[in-house]
């Protein structure tokens, strides 16, 4: 070998750099402004191209906001109580809830809605829009990220766990005083139910129906 070609090969030998296998990156501390620049992420509008040929577009949320998840399944679940108690014909499985929720995903996170509503039968009639025009599909596989919406179904799944745990609690706590307490008359007044021969004392029963002569 020449000395050029050693030579050459002794430089870029000496050149390359040496990584450690597995090795970190340097820690980060969190900060004020790393938190705000966050925050305001949350607020940006991101541009998606709907139709090239037309120009059509469609804005929405990259980044989607906690607080705003809470607000939909607040609302997710105030539609489903007033679905049962309308007896309306929806929602009669999970499956068919969870497009609901879905839909509000685009709701909340899309500028396709020009107008709040906080009544059902308008985001019934949008929503059946969006899934027979194939928009509804397209939001959320083509222009959502698929973390930011597992988000909110990870958010749903907690919110559900945290509605069960309540009921369990509610009913165990209802099993117990049965058993404790010897004056049936509280325990039914403490829960809702009524005793029409013996009105409940308003102390126990502050809701009582005042219209019919029972406290």
């Not at 980060?28 to 790393?34: A, E, P, R, V």
């Not at 969006?130 to 597992?150: A, C, H, K, Q, W």
Request: proline share 4%.
């Amino acid at each position: 070998m020449s000395n050029k070609n050693k030579e050459t090969n002794k430089n870029t030998t000496a050149s390359s750099p040496t990584k450690k296998v597995g090795s970190k990156p340097r820690a980060k501390t969190l900060n004020m402004k790393m938190i705000d620049k966050q925050f305001n992420d949350l607020s940006k509008l991101t541009t998606y191209t709907l139709d090239p040929k037309e120009n059509l577009v469609v804005k929405y949320y990259e980044k989607f906001d906690e607080v705003k998840i809470q607000e939909l399944l607040q609302l997710a679940y105030k539609h489903l109580e007033y679905v049962r108690e309308k007896e309306l014909p929806y929602f009669q499985s999970d499956d068919e809830f969870m497009i609901f929720v879905q839909y509000l995903i685009i709701y909340k996170f899309a500028t396709v809605v020009d107008e709040e509503s906080e009544d059902f039968e308008p985001h019934i009639n949008i929503m059946n829009k969006l899934i027979s025009t194939g928009l509804y599909r397209v939001f959320l596989e083509d222009i959502f990220d698929p973390n930011e919406v597992m988000k909110v179904l990870d958010r749903l799944k907690e919110f559900q766990n945290l509605i069960e745990k309540i009921g369990a609690l509610t009913f165990e706590t209802q099993k117990e005083l049965e058993s404790t307490l010897q004056n049936k008359e509280i325990i039914d007044g403490a829960f809702g139910k009524k005793n029409t021969d013996n009105p409940i004392h308003p102390l126990v029963d502050p809701y009582g129906d005042e219209s019919n002569g029972k406290i």
